[in-house]
């Protein structure tokens, strides 16, 4: 990964809500330092146990924030997208703890690094940084009730439908490969494999290099809940 403090960091961050609004005395601030680093995918950022330099900022791309379990499986526990915040990054800075996961480059992506000590004094007094941490905070709440959900609710069908369901973009296409699948859900790319097949057979899904395309949407849905129960499935097959 490349890191970099250049007056095109300051500009980038202030393209960004949060920052657009610093007062004068909050920009003097944000230019005692920040960095940004360009992190090719697949790149780990943060390590288990790293203590943390700063507040990370996603400029553009994607991080995914994910633990590992004694087997060595791998569970993802949520993403940050352009223009959010780590918020375990920001808790670490405002807690003196070090980072508790493991944070990784979903694709390409540009973050930038406010050094702890600079996030902190933006946050006593500009109002755009004190409502970023409560978004961010927020977001994980939200963000992790739903996994907690997911997994104590659901079997491995379950929480692979829903996943596919929840990441799929507009035209129903879903860029990950099983392995990548496997590492979101905890579980193995075999499991994975098994569950795909079953859906493909069943026409709700097709597989191609990298990606999974929805063929059938009520279909899949059927996993999470019976079709009696879903409005929308009763309603198409009404007309």
């Known amino acids: 990964m490349r890191a970099a403090a250049t007056p095109q960091t300051k500009t980038e961050l202030v393209r960004l809500e949060p920052f657009a609004a610093l007062s004068p005395q909050g920009r003097g601030v944000l230019e005692q330092g920040a960095n940004v680093l360009d992190c090719p995918r697949g790149a780990i950022l ?4 790293q203590p943390v ?11 995914r924030v994910f633990t590992i379990s004694p087997a060595g499986n791998e569970a993802t526990m949520y993403f940050v997208d352009a223009g959010e915040a780590c918020v375990l990054a920001l808790n670490c800075i405002f807690n003196d703890h070090l980072y508790p996961a493991w944070v990784q480059a979903e694709a390409a992506t540009r973050v930038a690094v406010v050094p702890g000590v600079v996030y902190r004094r933006l946050f006593e007094t500009e109002p755009g940084v004190q409502s970023l941490t409560v978004h961010a905070l927020s977001t994980l709440v939200y963000r992790l009730m739903g996994e907690l959900e997911r997994v104590h609710s659901g079997n491995h069908r379950q929480r692979l439908a829903q996943f596919i369901l929840l990441h799929a973009g507009a035209d129903g296409s879903l860029h990950m490969t099983q392995q990548q699948l496997a590492r979101h859900l905890g579980t193995t790319r075999e499991v994975v494999a098994r569950l795909v097949a079953d859906f493909v057979s069943r026409g709700w899904l097709r597989t191609r290099r990298g990606a999974l395309d929805i063929l059938d949407l009520f279909g899949l849905r059927t996993v999470l809940v019976k079709p009696a129960a879903d409005p929308a499935a009763r309603q198409v097959r009404g007309r």
């Open 46 to 49: 943060l390590h288990k146990g």
């Open 53 to 63: 330099a700063g507040a990370y900022v996603v400029l553009a791309g994607r991080l």
